[in-house]
């Protein structure tokens, strides 16, 4: 359905940001919502952020106060900005999609982008 491409990620030095790009292959502005999720070496996929149709979001308690997830309709992108990173955050991230409050979140994960936080 609707096609996910991540970007932005890369090395950065702990206390350091990044800024996450979603592009979205059409229009998600009228999607229950959208979400980030990371995998980091060794450990299951877990879920960081969500934004709600209506613009409220909820974070995981290992980034809250530190992350904040966002969108821009006019160019169909969800953002992650990420703040006073951690070496824990090192992880693959990757954004989905929840169209409806009735589905649950998408299973065709992308590519991800690897976000590595590093002295």
């Known amino acids: 359905q609707v096609h996910l491409v991540e970007s932005g990620g890369g090395l950065v030095q702990p206390g350091g940001s990044l800024r996450l790009s979603c592009a979205a292959s059409?229009?998600?502005?009228?999607?229950?919502?959208m979400g980030w999720f990371r995998q980091a070496p060794g450990k299951r996929r877990e879920w960081v952020a969500t934004?709600?149709?209506?613009?409220?979001?909820d974070y995981a308690d290992s980034v809250k106060g530190r992350f904040t997830i966002s969108r821009d309709n006019a160019k169909d992108t969800i953002y992650l900005q990420m703040n006073s990173l951690k070496p824990e955050d090192t992880a693959v991230y990757y954004c989905?999609?929840?169209?409806?409050?009735?589905?649950?979140?998408?299973?065709?994960w992308g590519q991800g982008t690897q976000v590595t936080v590093s002295s």
């Open positions: 989905n999609a929840r169209p409806q409050a009735t589905m649950i979140w998408g299973d065709n």
């Open positions: 934004i709600f149709r209506g613009g409220n979001t």
């Open positions: 059409r229009s998600t502005s009228g999607f229950y919502a």
